[in-house]
């Protein structure tokens, strides 16, 4: 007798995203007519602005409505170009060293694709974004989770890094402004990462996503412009964060010419090409510097980040110092002796109030929860009052 119809071990096995989970669920509860304030997902509240929306449209109009080279549009990626010499100082080709990716996730599942066979190893941060061990595990790999340690300010200590790498280690995953302790890997960091990748042979994939919003004047640097990384380096972003635009679902990719070309051969087979219009909307957006509108969103999140910081900061057992980038905030409630996942279920439940679990990031994640500061005001401020008495509750 045949086997019964059954969904593949490779999903089975693998856990729905809590960030992205925890978001459908809130939504759910408010299209039930429940007033929840939801801080789970790391999304702003702002529209994206005005004249990328309009350049969308103008492309519409005049036709632009079609596929594009799986590569993306030449104007998208000279675009690109232009912005990744003005802001980063990196001579890219936009010809052989670009690529046009539906975001970061989908650019790194092609670049999984293409740099790793079933077994090899990955190493990630722990704490890290959900998505990157499942990724990883769904294309055969074996994700290798490294500490990120509070003693360290949530930086990899050599030693321990070093001694997670093997024979089967093929690439290190890292993520500045990282998600979720809001860390921005400084030169030493990154100088570390680099020796070890050169000295063992490995590629680096950098996720940097939030590359335009590190807070207190730091500065985002790019681990690929550092001695002989140029060549191993798979630089990913998109326009999901910095200018509002999640639901676009756009990105690039930058390395060399010899991995873009693989990924252009992955991209013919998966998705064939992004958007066309979306891209000539993001064309725009990279063309030239931020506008106004777009700077005045970031000053903002500064803004409402440190507010929020403070704010569970001054909770008895509570403790959350201002992070270095990005527009949520990492808390440590270790001290008020609940398990993360119980503290963000009783708080949905009784406050009705989402957050994210930081077990959900990884082993070294539990006693932490993190709080996106991008909405309103408003939202913000309601929030915290309702954290407040959950937590005085306990």
């Known amino acids: 007798m045949r086997n019964m119809l059954k969904i593949s071990d490779r999903v089975m096995n693998s856990e729905h995203s809590s960030t992205v989970g925890i978001a459908d669920i809130a939504s759910r509860l408010k299209e039930n007519g429940v007033n929840v304030f939801d801080f789970s997902a790391a999304r702003a509240f702002e529209p994206t602005p005005a004249y990328i929306i309009d350049e969308a449209i103008r492309a519409m109009r005049e036709g632009d409505t079609h596929q594009t080279m799986a590569r993306g549009t030449t104007d ?11 802001e980063n100082d990196i001579d890219a080709d936009p010809e052989k060293e670009i690529i046009a990716t539906m975001g970061v996730k989908q650019g790194l599942t092609i670049s999984f694709l293409a740099l790793i066979n079933p077994g090899d190893e990955v190493i990630v941060e722990d704490p890290c974004f959900p998505s990157y061990k499942q990724l990883i595990n769904y294309l055969g790999g074996k994700p290798i989770a490294v500490p990120l340690r509070a003693k360290n300010k949530f930086r990899w200590d050599k030693d321990e890094l070093e001694n997670n790498i093997t024979d089967k280690t093929r690439a290190i995953l890292l993520n500045s402004p990282q998600n979720p302790t809001g860390v921005v890997h400084n030169k030493e960091d990154l100088e570390l990462i680099a020796s070890l990748a050169i000295k063992y042979n490995l590629y680096v994939l950098s996720d940097e996503v939030y590359e335009r919003i590190p807070w207190g004047g730091r500065i985002h640097q790019n681990i690929c412009k550092l001695d002989g990384m140029k060549e191993r380096t798979v630089t990913l972003t998109s326009l999901t964060k910095s200018f509002s635009m999640g639901g676009w679902r756009i990105g690039f990719i930058y390395g060399p010419e010899k991995i873009i070309t693989s990924l252009n051969k992955l991209q013919q087979h998966l998705i064939t090409s992004c958007n066309s219009f979306v891209q000539a909307g993001a064309a725009l957006a990279f063309r030239e510097p931020p506008r106004k509108v777009v700077t005045n969103y970031w000053k903002e999140w ?37 398990p993360s996942k119980e503290f963000v279920e009783r708080l949905l439940n009784e406050e009705k109030v989402a957050l994210v679990h930081g077990s959900s990031f ?22 915290l009052v309702r954290i407040r008495r959950f937590i005085e509750k306990l």
Request: hydrophobic share 35%; net charge positive.
């Open 76 to 86: 998208y990626r000279k675009a690109i170009a232009e912005k990744l010499k003005r």
């Open 302 to 338: 500064e803004k409402k980040t440190r507010f929020v910081a403070e704010e569970l900061d001054s909770i008895p057992g509570v403790q959350c110092p201002m992070p270095e980038g990005a527009f949520f905030v990492w808390a440590d409630i270790s001290k008020l002796g609940i």
């Open 362 to 383: 990884g082993t070294n994640g539990e006693g932490y929860f993190r709080m996106t500061c991008s909405k309103t005001w408003d939202d913000n401020k309601e929030g």
